[in-house]
């Protein structure tokens, strides 16, 4: 473009805090927008970026709100009931210094629902007019493409916040980005949008083809699992086998199925081979059964333990709680028993429910019981001494009772005079008899009057009813009908075994085996069950019948068959034949073949598919190949044109930092070419470091870098025809020296560049405008509060 446009005028209307006004930057090289902070130079930038690119770029990348939730108010609208106007009016230096081309935007709130109005949602029409004074109609209307037309340029907004617009805020943006972020940023300054969307194309297509063969692979392998081989069943004749269902209903067998759907060769092998193992099943079918007894046999013998408890048990088994009960009673009464033949009625307890109701005594036992009480609450009343006494009585009488049992039992006469507490040998038994009672009389002497009558009570009582009682214990006791110890315990060794007799007794009458002439039916101990137990293995063994090597081999095979198959029933077995199993053979092979010629057809069209997407995706690797090549390598040549006017830039305003002077842009390339292939690229400072400026620069020498950058895209690059470079408040984040310097930089290269800028400072504006105007260049100030605000 031969002439270069420049910002003429501004025509703010209802945005944000301003009313209404017209700010011109006519015939200026540099406009200083100058001011307190909070009074509009912002603004002013919002509303030029706002017109020339249909959004706030610093409000649109950082959404507070995420959610769908609607406001009731427009931020940009001062007043919400009307529409908020942007103007501005370009002018061409050049060839054709009077033309005018005049942009403008407008919404309206009153018409935006409440999710309209976030503050990110930039719906502003686009209008073209004749004077930035003329009103907005629908014939103004205009689109974005008409923009860009006018400044000869694709991706303008981008271009636009490149090397047009440096933010006051969060400037750094796309030193933030990652290093191949960053490439793809540039990218667009480079006017290879083109390639690279032709290059998206090419990828994209190469992706489809590329899944669409990984899928024609699959289909390939899967269908050669069910296509036989060619050549060897090229004289195959078939004979049509009508459908016939072998097993039940219930059946789940897939080979029984009369639709053999997906039959592959793998499948088709499977059922066949299946099949012949149930005719192998059939022919060895009586051998199986013969054998299945012999394993249950041999688990049998393997385990002796249980045939010694059918031994021990068997007759008795019925009888177990029975004797189990008597046993107990029995060890009761035994226990109850010692007590009353030791004396020990007093401390011990018995329970003499048993008692009477085992002896059928006639005593009364209520009685007797009272008097026991009674003479345990006489008992109590005695002193210690007493009760050591009285025990040591009836520890004497209860062992002259026993001596004279023992006596009794050896010689039925009372005949030995050893003393049965000392072992003195004394002339005669009766001798012994009165020392005895002698003793007796002197120990009693040491008891209290209470004590005295305990050891009289219990003498009567024994007397009277308890002597008695023991006798009828202790013959009842000595009877030998009575269940024996010895036993009962050995009965209840195996009863924990948890034997069921009837079932082995129905097992061994199917094997031919008597069980009861093995049961022992006498009510004692089985002293010889070693040898019973031994000579009812040799009976079991004698039972086991001669199989065949392959039922023994294979026996788990053929019983997953019987039980899998034929749900363990003897008469299906009997009910399928041979030759049905063989006509269900041929028809599987028969499903197989027919559906082998389908997807040998298909096969052979996915086969030629396979070829040409092959011969397509290996044409396209190599464009593709190509394309990336000369996209990296042209971006290597346009960053190579950026560096040298970026490091002197950077090093200009920065001046000296703790790293050294200047930034240099650090390209990681792929150097198998003469040229170099970009694929991600790094600002350092000229030091051996591989770290980004981002780890270790200050937020002020970040500024100064972004000012460099956008200048040196500027001067490189800029082929939009807008020759305007806004700068929003640099004296924000850099200090005076930094700021001398880029006025310096801005007036000795740029000063064919339209500058517009702001400051808070006075002193700024006035050092900046100062040393525009000692250049001979024009320079203007516009303080915003008195422009906007006072009238």
Known sequence: MSNKLYINRLYIENFKTIDKAVISFEDQDITVLDGPNGFGKTTIFDSIELVLTGQIKRIQNFKVAVTARGYRDYLFAKNQNKPVVVKIELKSIGEDSSKKRVFARRIDPTKLRSTGKKPFEFNYELHELNTIDDEMTVETVTNEQELEKFFKVNDFIDRYSLYHYVEQEDSSHLFKKNEKERIEVISKLFNIQKENEQKEKLDTTRRVLRRKLRDINKDIEKYKGF???????????????????????????????????????????????????????????????KQKKNNNISQVIANKGRLSALIVLGFYNEEFETFKKEYETNNNLKRYLKVLEERSI???????????????????????????????????????????????????????????????????????????????????????????????????????????????????????????????????????????????????????LGIDVNKAKLFLDNIGIISEEYYNKEKKIVSDLEERTNSFVSDLESRMQNTEEFTRDNFKLLQEIFINTFNSDFKLVEKIRVEDIELKKLYIENAFYDQSNWFFKELQKLTIQRKKLD???????????????????????????????????????????????????????????????????????????????????????????VLSFTLALNKVYN??????????????????????????????????????????EDKISLYMRYKFSKFGLRAANINVKQELYEY
């Open 227 to 289: 296509v036989t081989e060619k050549d060897s069943d090229a004289d195959r004749t078939f004979t049509q086998v009508e459908y016939i269902k072998l097993l039940p209903a219930t059946s789940k067998k897939p080979w029984d199925s009369e639709k053999l759907n997906n039959l592959d060769k793998v499948k088709k092998d499977t059922y066949i081979s299946e099949l012949n193992q149930i005719i192998k099943f059939k022919k060895y079918f009586e051998d199986y059964i």
């Open 346 to 496: 007093l401390t011990s307890y018995i329970n003499w429910d048993i008692i009477f109701e085992t002896l059928k005594l006639k005593t009364d036992k209520q009685l007797l019981i009272d008097r026991i009480d009674h003479i345990k609450s006489l008992n109590k009343t005695t002193n210690n001494l007493s009760n050591t006494v009285r025990q040591l009585l009836e520890a004497r009488e209860s062992l002259k009772n026993q001596f004279n049992n023992l006596i009794s039992s050896k010689s039925g006469s009372s005949n030995d005079q050893n003393c049965p507490y000392c072992g003195q040998d004394w002339k005669s038994f009766k001798e012994l008899e009165e020392q005895m009672e002698q003793k007796t009389i002197e120990i009693q002497q040491n008891l209290d009057q209470n004590s005295n009558k305990v050891v009289e009570e219990i003498n009567n009582l024994y007397s009277a009813i308890i002597k008695d009682i023991i006798n009828q214990l202790d013959s009842y006791l000595s009877d030998d009908s009575r269940i024996k110890d010895d036993f009962f315990l050995q009965l209840q060794e195996y009863k924990n």
């Open 615 to 705: 011969s397509i995706c290996i044409n396209l690797d190599g464009i593709i190949e190509i394309y990336t090549k000369k996209i990296n390598q042209y971006r290597g040549t346009m960053i190579n044109d950026l560096e040298i006017p970026f490091f002197i830039y950077s090093g200009k305003i920065i001046q000296n930092h703790q790293r050294g002077i200047g930034v240099f842009i650090k390209q990681e390339t792929n150097n198998r070419d003469e040229e170099p292939e970009v694929k991600a690229i790094n600002f350092v400072p000229p030091e051996e470091t591989d770290h980004d400026i981002v780890h270790s620069f200050s937020s002020g020498q970040l500024s100064a870098t």
């Open 719 to 760: 082929q939009s025809g807008l020759n305007t470079i806004l700068i929003d408040d640099p004296a924000q984040t850099m200090d005076e020296i930094n700021m001398a310097s880029l006025v310096e930089l801005l007036r000795n290269d740029f000063y064919d560049k339209q500058i517009i800028l702001s400051t808070h």
